[in-house]
Every structure is written in C-alpha cells, then in structure tokens.
C-alpha cells in the first residue's frame, strides 16, 4: 500500500504537467509560442528601449545597481503585457 506522503508528492508532481496545457499559445509564422515567451521577448525589448530614456533624462544614475533595476524592469513590463494581452478574467 502506498503511503499518504507517497501519494502526495505524486500529486503534486502531476499538478505541473496538468497546469502546463493551460498556458495560452501564440501563433507566430506558423509556429506555436507559449505567451509567457513572448511576453519575457516584448519585455525584455521594452526595457531596452526605455534604457536610452533613463540616461536622456539623467535619471539612471539615480536608479541604484543596474544590474538589478533593468531585469525587474524586464519581469515587471513582461508581466504586464501579459495581464494586458492574455488576461482570462
């Protein structure tokens, strides 16, 4: 007989491979894309570009360690364009 913490760590290790069908598709050239890839791709792009706005406007010394600030800028554009473009609510 299986034990109880057995049959829970197989559940949970299901729910993964479940939930992974769930994630919308962009068809792209023929090709199909999860929306999270193109969404990583767009806010990766956008933070980028604003990166020229920054120094333009001479706030980027004043953003504190780079290397810190612009991928949280990436994640957080990515997860917007997300909400916006592929929100089910």
Known sequence: MVSAAVSIRRW??????ALAGCDPVVNVAGANFP???????VGIVMAAIL?????????EPHLG???VIYPCLAVLLACTVYLVFFNRI
């Open 12 to 17: 949970w290790a299901t729910v993964p491979v």
């Open 35 to 41: 929306a999270w890839l193109f969404c990583a791709i």
């Open 65 to 67: 360690p780079l290397i």
């Open 51 to 59: 990166r020229p706005v920054f120094v333009w406007s001479r706030l």
